[in-house]
Structures are given as structure tokens and as C-alpha cells.
């Protein structure tokens, strides 16, 4: 990379900030755009009188409406409609109640379906209750055919149905402890038009427990064989959702929420985060999550759906506010019609920490992002990673504490790879001289090959391998992609406070900009700063250390633009993780302190010129290249003919 592209990617920088100042409304237009709000506002006030003509001819056509819908709801009309299922057209929608430690669930009675859920330990990024869905942001109802009509389950009204008498009538209930709670929510069919028929019903059973994000959920249907179609073997659910934004950064959040499932024997697989996806699930499921960065919403199967349609995607119009993404399902449950069925499932409702969705061994917790794509990165943070961070949770520190704890225990158990780095930079810095003499000797760019062979000829008559210097970080690479995973990822974080950072699992602003600046955003992040800049510094020094030289001007260039493009991406990325990096790199100025102690770089220098006087070893690889290219003639001198 020479001047000149530097000066141009300093230049395309200096342009984002130029432009967006420029483009910034000055005072003069501010006042112009108030001034023609206030027109409009005036324009408003005069159409008003308009649009109070309009609204009472719109309630005559609205009543003319409601008459026609009378029309369409009487019992012949209901009857033709929905068959057997007429009697459950009309009732009155009733929420009914139930809380255990963690859950607060509103049970509807029209679709007898849980109509909100809300999580009473966690709540938004604003501070009101975490709802993870609504009644007005959610649907769940069956659709089959009875008697050649199409019926809705959600359309139709349930009625209560107590497991203990005591209760009965009751539209509040609570269950703690180890104690649990049955409720459920039966669809009667009719035996006349006007009275159902206690014998054939469809009820969905709710089992809550006492202290639990997981509920028991079941779908039976009694006496449905001479009501749901005979050829059915299966019935359709239907479980759609536009999930809530919960989390501080709303893009960030987007972008990790989406519909996970797991195939009865497959691994668990999910629709893209990041764009509009859909597919068809033609094997046996066992579940299906609808799931946001901290929390889920999860339909398990006892045994097994048959197969699933899922679909993710954003709809425009909906933008803004609360909404986040649009989540749907079509899910086949197995159904028999010769005979009574229930449909044994689960639902979780709670948030994504690792060791609670670990606990019910459904390989739920691969829904938090990990690393379970590389082996390696997932290893590191289940099997190292996690484990200490619980212990040092169970300590009751604030997690800044936490997350220094834990940086200075993996900097102690790598201290070792440390060490074999910053030896290898103090031989490169020794043959640092010669390596310069080399360089002038082959100043031209010609002589670029001859330079390397060159070089290369000395590190090895020295006993240096330039190379040994990137194993230690390679070996250290996998360490930091797996905790750039983890911090980001980690419930634990969620909304705890550390000095400025009011939430460490989200960004943390010192200046709010007002304006959007292209890679960088609209806040400045005080972690991402520090984390930047001691990079630089790092950078600069280890640069010193090394003995670089002028041989790869551009590699050196490359080495100080990095920190300063981290510097953009990460501004809006978790501070826990930011602190980490700034942690990080200080504990490795530390280290470098330590081992220099214990680093003479004389002796360095007095080996490596006993290494020199030695004659230079020649690998059993080499050897071997060598023996074969004589066998085949090169490198002997041809024999003269007689």
C-alpha cells in the first residue's frame, strides 16, 4: 500500500464527516421548515370540517355494515358457515390469568390460545414489562375441514375448563414453587344450534409449574370422528408471530432473530437472519423456536410433527416502534380420525441462557450464537469459557469484575504461547542489522528474489524460523472469535451497568452525533475508543520490536489502518465485548513487561552466532526433495560422450 492509497482512504474518510456536516440544516432552514409546518398545520385545521362531513357519512355506511353483519351472524347463516361448530361463533372474550415465579400468560377465550406472554424477571431496553408476544401481534389456531366447511379455531370461543373445583369461575391464578397447575380451554362441538355437546370437544390443556419457563401443552380431540374430515391424518397449525424489539440496538437484534427448528434426526438448522428466507420441512420435526437475541418462543413436539412450513421475513410497513420481524409457521400435527387423539407438546417461553436451555437436553441452547459452525470456537466456549464464567458469576460481582477476572485467567493460562511470540520477535529484532545490510545490498526491485533467497538463507544459517512468531497467534485467533461470540451473546450482561456503560451487552454512548456517519454511526462508544487506541499503541510497539524493515511498506501500513477499521464496526457492538479487547491488549503490554525481564537479548544475539559456525542441517523433507530431483537427473552434470 503506498502514499497515495493512504492519502486516498484518509481523504474518502474526511469526505463521509465533510458531507455529513455539509448536509446538515442550517439555521436559516430549520426556520423555513417550521414555518411551512405551520402552513400545513393551518391547512389542517381547515380541512377539518371536511373530514368531520366525511366521518359521518362513514358511520351511516358502517351501520349499514354491522346490519349486514347481523344478517350473515344469525344461526342459519352461523350454521351453513361452521357446521357442528356454529354454537362457539359467539361469546364473550374473556383473558383468563395465570402467573408462576418467571411467567405471566393471558389465556384467551376466543381461540382458547395463550394471547400474551410475559416475562416478570426481565424487562425492555425502556424499561416497561417484557412482553415476548401479544394478542394483537400473534396467532395460534388449528384449521381443518369439518362437514366441507374450513374451520378456524381462532375465529371460535372456548370455554374454561378447572382441573380443581375450588377454582372454578376464577379469571386469576397463580401456582409457586414446586407446586403445578392445570388449565384448559375446550372448543365444544354442537349437538344442536344452540347447545354444545359435551362428549365431542378440541381442548388445548395447559400444565404450569411453579417455577418454570417450560409449560405443558396439549392438544386433544374427543369425540371429533364423526366431525373432523374422515381422510385426515393430519391437522394444520398455525403459529405466526411479529416479534418485539426488546434490546437497545434494534439492527443488531434483527439481524441474530429468526426461526430455528431441529429435525427429528438432523441438527439444528434456522432461516436466514439477515434477509427474507422460507423452506419447507418435509421430515419429522422435533421443534420450531421463534427466536430474538436474548429470548425465545419454542413449540416441542413430545414426539413429532409430521413436517413444517416456516417462513422469516420484515414487512416495510410495519417498521418503526415496536415491531422487529415477522416469524410464520404451518406445522402438521399427527391425527388419527378413527379414534381419540392427543397431541402431547411443550412450549418455552423464556430467555436464551445457556445453562437453562442445556438443561432440558433438546439442544435448545445452539440457538445462541456460539460458534457452532467451527468445532473449535464452540469447544472454547462450552468447555472453558462458560464454566468459568458461571463460576465467577456465582460470586455475585458486578460483571465489569467479572469480565476482568476472566481476561486475566486466559492471559495467565496463554502466558506460555506469549512467551514463545515475543522470543521469536527478539530474534528478528537481533538479526535486525543484517537483515538492513542485505536490503542495501539489493536496493533494486529487480533484485527482489535475490533479496529474499538472501534473507531467507540467513534465518536459517541463524536458526530463526520468521514464522515462528504467527503460530502463537494463530494458536490465540480461535480464542478471540469464540469471545466475540460470547460477550455479545451472553443474557448475563443484558442491561448490567459498569462505570459509563448502562447495559454491557449493548453499545455504550458517551456523545450522542445526531447525524448517521457512514461506517461509524450516530454515537461515539468510549470502550470501542479505548479498545482502538490501545491497539495502536500495541501495534506500534510490537512494529519497534520486531526490527520491521522497509520490505513490506505496505503490510506495516495495513497493520496501523486495521485498528481504526475495528474502531468503526465495533462502535456499535457490545462494550463487555470492546472492554474485553481493551483489557486484552493492556494485560499484553503487562506481559511484554514480564517476559522482557526474563529475555537477554544478548544471548539471543551470542546463539545465534554459534548457529552460524554450525553447518546448516538440512530437514529429512528437504533431503528427500532433494534425492528425488537427483534420481531424475537434475542437478547431476551430464556425461560426455566418447
Not at 468445532?375 to 472453558?384: D, E, P, T, V
Not at 451473546?489 to 457512514?518: K, T, V
Request: contains cysteine.
Amino acid at each position: 500500500m503506498d502514499r497515495n492509497t493512504i492519502l486516498g482512504l484518509v481523504l474518502i474518510f474526511a469526505l463521509f464527516i465533510g458531507y455529513s456536516w455539509w448536509s446538515a440544516p442550517s439555521k436559516e432552514e430549520l426556520e423555513a421548515k417550521r414555518k411551512t409546518q405551520d402552513s400545513l398545520a393551518l391547512v389542517q385545521m381547515q380541512t377539518d370540517s371536511t373530514t368531520n362531513v366525511a366521518r359521518s357519512e362513514r358511520k351511516s355506511s358502517d351501520s349499514i355494515a354491522a346490519a349486514a353483519d347481523s344478517l350473515q351472524n344469525t344461526p342459519e347463516m352461523l350454521n351453513d358457515k361452521l357446521g357442528f361448530f356454529a354454537n362457539a361463533a359467539k361469546g364473550e372474550d374473556k383473558n383468563f390469568i395465570i402467573e408462576n415465579e418467571v411467567l405471566k400468560l393471558s389465556i384467551s377465550s376466543k381461540g382458547g390460545r395463550i394471547a400474551q406472554a410475559q416475562l416478570k424477571e426481565f424487562r425492555t431496553f425502556d424499561s416497561i414489562p417484557l412482553l415476548l408476544f401479544t394478542k394483537d401481534s400473534s396467532e395460534f389456531y388449528l384449521e381443518f375441514f369439518s362437514n366441507n366447511r374450513n374451520i378456524n379455531t381462532g375465529e371460535l370461543y372456548f370455554q374454561p375448563v378447572y382441573s380443581n373445583p375450588s377454582l372454578n369461575g376464577k379469571e386469576k391464578l397463580s401456582v409457586k414453587g414446586n407446586d403445578s397447575l392445570k388449565f384448559a380451554m375446550r372448543l365444544y362441538a354442537s349437538a344442536s344450534d344452540t347447545i354444545a355437546n359435551p362428549t365431542k370437544y378440541i381442548e388445548f390443556a395447559y400444565t404450569i409449574y411453579g417455577n418454570s419457563y417450560m409449560i405443558g401443552f396439549n392438544i386433544n380431540f374427543v369425540g371429533m370422528k364423526d366431525i373432523i374430515a374422515a381422510n385426515a391424518n393430519f391437522i394444520d397449525l398455525k403459529w405466526n408471530s411479529d416479534i418485539r424489539r426488546q434490546e437497545k440496538n434494534a439492527k443488531n437484534e434483527n439481524i441474530v432473530s429468526s426461526v430455528f427448528y431441529k429435525l427429528l434426526k438432523d441438527d439444528v438448522d434456522y432461516l436466514s437472519e439477515t434477509k427474507d428466507d422460507e423452506t419447507s420441512l418435509k421430515t419429522p420435526v422435533k421443534w420450531i423456536s421463534f427466536t430474538q437475541q436474548f429470548f425465545s418462543t419454542t413449540l416441542i413436539a413430545k414426539d413429532q410433527f409430521l413436517n413444517a412450513d416456516i417462513k422469516s421475513f420484515t414487512e416495510k410497513h410495519k417498521e418503526g416502534g415496536r415491531y422487529l420481524k415477522s416469524l410464520r409457521s404451518l406445522i402438521g400435527i399427527p391425527y388419527q380420525s378413527s379414534a381419540d387423539n392427543s397431541v402431547a407438546m411443550n412450549m418455552y417461553m423464556g430467555p436464551n441462557k445457556y445453562k437453562i436451555l442445556k438443561g432440558y437436553d433438546l439442544e435448545l441452547e445452539r440457538q445462541i450464537p456460539l460458534g457452532w459452525s467451527f468445532f473449535l470456537l464452540q469447544w472454547i466456549n462450552r468447555y472453558a469459557v462458560i464454566p468459568v464464567f458461571n463460576i465467577l458469576d456465582s460470586l455475585n460481582w458486578n460483571y465489569g469484575i467479572i469480565i476482568l477476572v476472566l481476561t486475566i485467567i486466559l492471559k495467565v493460562v496463554l502466558l506460555p504461547i506469549a512467551y514463545k511470540s515475543y522470543l521469536s520477535t527478539a530474534k528478528m529484532k537481533v538479526l535486525k542489522p543484517e537483515i538492513e545490510e542485505i536490503s542495501a545490498k539489493f536496493p533494486k526491485k529487480e533484485q527482489a528474489m535475490d533479496k529474499q533467497k538472501a534473507t531467507m538463507a540467513l534465518y536459517k544459517k541463524a536458526g530463526v524460523n520468521p514464522m515462528a512468531g504467527c503460530v502463537p497467534m494463530l494458536l490465540q485467533f480461535p480464542i478471540l472469535i469464540a469471545l466475540f461470540r460470547f460477550f455479545p451473546a451472553s443474557i448475563e450482561l443484558r442491561q448490567q451497568p459498569f462505570l459509563w456503560a448502562e447495559d454491557l451487552s449493548s453499545y455504550d454512548s458517551i456523545i450522542n452525533l445526531g447525524i448517521d456517519i457512514p461506517f461509524y454511526g450516530d454515537h461515539v462508544s468510549l470502550f470501542a475508543l479505548l479498545m482502538a487506541a490501545s491497539n495502536l499503541l500495541y501495534t506500534k510497539m510490537n512494529m519497534e520490536s520486531m526490527g520491521s524493515t522497509n520490505s513490506m511498506p505496505g503490510m506495516k501500513t495495513m497493520m496501523y489502518i486495521m485498528p481504526v477499521m475495528f474502531l468503526g464496526f465495533l462502535n456499535s457492538y457490545s462494550s463487555g465485548l470492546n472492554y474485553y479487547y481493551f483489557l486484552s491488549t493492556m494485560f499484553t503490554f503487562g506481559q511484554m513487561y514480564l517476559i522482557r525481564q526474563f529475555v537477554n537479548e544478548d544471548k539471543i544475539h551470542a546463539k545465534i552466532q554459534e548457529n552460524k559456525k554450525k553447518p546448516v542441517v538440512k530437514s529429512k523433507f528437504q533431503q528427500r526433495i532433494e534425492d528425488m530431483a537427483k534420481q531424475r537427473g537434475y542437478g547431476s552434470t551430464p556425461a560426455k560422450k566418447k
